[in-house]
């Protein structure tokens, strides 16, 4: 009933940039926020950013200055503009949707993820 299809990961050289879409399809769901999670090799999964349905962001301090997101509420889409890439941002990147059925408390759901890979 919630579906998320990530795109735009890849390869790239530090200092490069990459933007990151997630489509949510979902026709019975009111949506509390969208973002994105990562995990590299060996850690565990963090916060790289979110955005509530008004607008509201929040960014990992590690990403503050260099990623900006972004939503399209029509769309059902949020992006992830990624500028200035560092090798130390190479991970998965998975989308994140919270959203609730009517009279239902909300619930987190993931995307697939999309590697993303910064070269030195």
């Known amino acids: 009933q919630v579906q998320l299809v990530e795109s735009g990961g890849g390869l790239v050289q530090a200092g490069g940039s990459l933007r990151l879409s997630c489509v949510v399809s979902?026709?019975?769901?009111?949506?509390?926020?969208m973002g994105w999670y990562r995990q590299a090799s060996g850690k565990q999964r963090e916060l790289v950013a979110t955005?509530?349905?008004?607008?509201?962001?929040n960014y990992a301090d590690s990403v503050k200055g260099r990623f900006t997101i972004s939503r399209d509420n029509a769309k059902n889409t949020v992006y992830l503009q990624m500028n200035s890439l560092k090798p130390e941002d190479t991970a998965v990147y998975y989308c994140?949707?919270?959203?609730?059925?009517?009279?239902?408390?909300?619930?987190?759901?993931w995307g697939q993820g999309t590697q993303v890979t910064v070269s030195s």
């Open positions: 994140y949707y919270r959203g609730s059925r009517p009279f239902d408390t909300p619930r987190d759901y």
């Open positions: 979902t026709s019975i769901f009111s949506t509390t926020a």
């Open positions: 955005i509530t349905t008004g607008g509201t962001t």
